[in-house]
């Protein structure tokens, strides 16, 4: 079997938050590399995937030997500022229920971690948290 493809893999991870958040109330979704400018006054998330350690879990070579890919997810999550954490929280609430400890296209996800308040918001004037959810992919070559 071939190395897993990591724009698969990136693809079922972001397409279920980017779907969530197309359900009502909507809420634009972000990626890396993508520009934007924020709406003032809206609410809006960005989400990032970051692959980490790959090992070995069976002895073998380019065949016939299964190796486990690590990575994170983190999802930022910006609501109007002066307006409480409620909103913030609604979002949260809907991105860890589609993360928490489960399997998806082979993709396994840990429990979620958040919603953490960030002190200071970038870009200012909103409140901001995140949610960080590890994952592991078992790749079968």
Same mark, same amino acid.
């Given at each position: 079997?071939?190395?897993?493809?990591?724009?698969?893999?990136?693809? /079922?991870?972001?397409?279920?938050? $980017? /779907? &969530?958040?197309?359900?009502?109330?909507?809420?634009?979704?972000?990626?890396?590399?993508?520009?934007?400018?924020? @709406?003032?006054?809206?609410?809006? !998330?960005? !989400?990032?995937? @970051?692959?980490?350690?790959?090992?070995?879990?069976?002895? =073998?070579?380019?065949?016939?030997?299964?190796? +486990?890919?690590? =990575?994170?997810?983190?999802?930022?999550?910006?609501?109007?500022?002066?307006?409480?954490?409620?909103?913030?929280? &609604?979002? =949260?609430? %809907?991105?860890?229920?589609?993360?928490? %400890?489960?399997?998806?296209? =082979? #993709?396994?996800?840990?429990?979620?971690?958040?919603?953490? #308040?960030? $002190?200071? +918001? &970038?870009? $200012?004037?909103?409140?901001? @948290?995140?949610?960080? #959810? @590890?994952?592991?992919?078992? &790749?079968?070559?």
């Amino acid at each position: 079997m071939a190395a897993t493809d990591l724009n698969d893999v990136r693809s /079922t991870i972001e397409s279920r938050l $980017e /779907t &969530e958040l197309k359900k009502a109330p909507p809420v634009p979704v972000i990626f890396h590399n993508t520009p934007f400018t924020p @709406t003032p006054h809206f609410s809006w !998330c960005q !989400c990032l995937l @970051t692959f980490g350690n790959s090992n070995y879990q069976t002895l =073998g070579g380019t065949t016939g030997s299964t190796n +486990s890919i690590s =990575g994170v997810v983190s999802m930022n999550i910006f609501t109007p500022k002066g307006q409480g954490p409620g909103a913030n929280f &609604e979002i =949260g609430k %809907r991105i860890r229920d589609l993360y928490n %400890r489960i399997i998806v296209s =082979g #993709v396994s996800f840990d429990a979620p971690i958040g919603p953490q #308040v960030l $002190e200071n +918001s &970038e870009p $200012e004037g909103y409140f901001q @948290t995140q949610i960080r #959810v @590890t994952f592991d992919i078992y &790749e079968a070559l």
